[in-house]
């Protein structure tokens, strides 16, 4: 297979986030867009063993530019992804299972609030003493079925960078990939700060 950067790196953010606990059991996606290129990872798969050649290639519109030779069917994320990419024009998504982003939506109704930390600094348009919201939506029985109220959590919420899906992980976003992993490594962050401070109370 020729090299691409784009598929190579899939492939090593996906060890990286398994290794994270992120996208353990199969679950949790990573995509990249580079022009009207959409890389995405198969589903069902064991993230940290992703090849390179196993990354789908698909337009804006989700027609298939290029598959993978085995019988691997794309992520079952690929319409929310698509659909991020046209409502924000963002470079990367990625979609976390981690622990983190779930306990916080027990602990929070409707938004994910924080305020006066300093790692609110890595997400863009946020400072320190801004306050911090995260919208949470509700989960489905099937990933795809999320997409309408994701959607209209990004348009409501014209700030936020990531939704919360109640139970389940959340969706992250940002100009480009190594912008995205800064703003899902952030956003964790945030929320093990919310979860441990509870712990004190
Ligand atoms: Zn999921």
Redesign the pocket.
Same mark, same amino acid.
Do not use: F, S
């Given at each position: 297979m020729e090299y691409n950067k784009y598929k190579q790196l899939i492939a090593e953010l996906g060890k990286h986030f398994y290794n994270l606990g992120w996208v353990s059991g199969t =679950? =949790? #996606?990573i995509s990249i867009k580079d022009g009207n290129n959409i890389y995405i990872a198969p589903s069902g798969v064991q993230k940290d063993r992703i090849n390179p050649e196993d990354i789908f290639l698909v337009n804006l519109n989700g027609d298939v530019i290029e598959k993978p030779l085995n019988d691997l069917r794309i992520s *079952?994320?690929t319409p929310i992804f698509l659909e991020i990419f046209k409502t924000n024009n963002s470079g990367a998504v990625i %979609?976390s299972?981690s622990v983190n982003t779930v306990l916080v939506t027990d602990l929070f109704e409707d938004y994910f609030i924080c305020k006066n930390l300093e790692m609110q600094k890595g997400i863009e348009g946020y400072g320190i003493f801004d306050e911090l919201k995260v919208p949470i939506i509700e989960n489905t029985s099937k *990933?795809y079925e999320l997409v309408g109220s994701i959607i209209k959590a990004i348009k409501d919420n014209a700030k936020t960078k990531a939704v919360l899906?109640n139970g %389940? #992980?959340i969706y992250v976003w940002g100009n480009s990939w190594e912008q995205t992993k800064k703003h899902a490594e952030c956003y964790d962050y945030l929320f093990k700060v919310e979860i441990e401070r509870r712990k004190l109370l």
């Open positions: =679950g =949790g #996606g *079952e994320c %979609h299972h *990933e899906v %389940h #992980g």
